[in-house]
């Protein structure tokens, strides 16, 4: 193990200690003259993919997590036994979020500890900071943000399938949500973008399904839209590490409607039907 990825494990763990958090942000550096990219979008959208393709690129620095896994400014639904879940603790993360501000300088001072400071983009990714949009537009200046949004077919059934139930969690016991939780987080995630976007200085909205059919486009066009160079073409025909597992930039949303059964389906379109329609999603 080496000395960042034993940083990084122990900061995930103990990050909530004052006694560990705060001589972290009084050992960081401080971060000035970078832009930041945000990816947002709800769980099992591509957005962990799309972070370690941008991240790649030659002048972006991104994190070996999770933005909200190094920092003790920023609660996560887990905090609340709701993992991969995040609209079923509204109240909670929206009482902390908007009562109890964040830190910004302790976050970059948290933060810097991991990113490479010598390149003038850095790209954060963490789901739950969804509902602090406003926050980073405003204190993480000149901050880009990338909006990935994927089929509620696929992300309902992949949240119900990857999630590990928290032990404190009213369905534990069962070991996984009901499909009709899973479909609403898609619904919950794209309301709450759909509430902020028009107030950000720079919001850029991509598909899963373009972006997998046709990789090189669409990132070409977040390069673009944030002032990076284009890459080689070779980049795109390389593979990837998400959650662990090497592969090569693939659409998979086939592979969860076969999983889907017919009551799942039905009750999916009764919850998402609407905004499955808006995005131009055909309904099974």
Sequence with gaps: MTKS????????RFKGYPVYSKPLAWTGKEIT??????????YNSGT?????????????????DEGVMLTDQLPRPEDF??????????EEIDNYTFENQPNSRTIKNHWSHFYDLTKPYL????????????????????????????NGYAVAEGIQRKVNIMKNNPFFAQKKYPIEYCAMQWV???????????????????????????????????YDFVGLEHVEDDFFKRSFKVHEKENLITNMNVNSFK????????????????YLEKYNYKLL
């Excluded at 003259?33 to 709800?42: D, E, K, L």
Aim: hydrophobic residues 40%; charged residues 30%; proline residues 2%.
């Design 5 to 12: 990825e034993l940083l990084h494990k122990v900061t995930a």
């Design 33 to 42: 003259h970078h832009q930041w990219i945000f990816i947002i979008g709800c």
């Design 48 to 64: 962990t993919l799309l972070d370690q393709i941008l991240s790649a690129h030659s002048k972006v620095s991104g994190l070996p």
């Design 81 to 90: 036994n709701w993992r991969r879940m995040w609209w079923k603790c509204e």
């Design 123 to 150: 790209v954060e990714k963490s789901i739950s900071n969804i509902y602090r949009l406003a926050f980073f537009d405003k204190e993480f200046q000149p901050a880009y943000f990338v909006h990935i949004v994927r």
């Design 188 to 222: 919950k995630s794209l309301q709450k973008v759909e509430e902020k976007k028009a107030n950000l200085s720079n919001f850029l909205e991509i598909k899963y399904e373009d972006f997998t059919a046709n990789p090189k486009k669409v990132v070409n066009e977040i």
């Design 259 to 274: 999983r889907l059964a017919k009551e799942d389906i039905r009750i999916i379109n009764k919850i998402a039907g609407e």
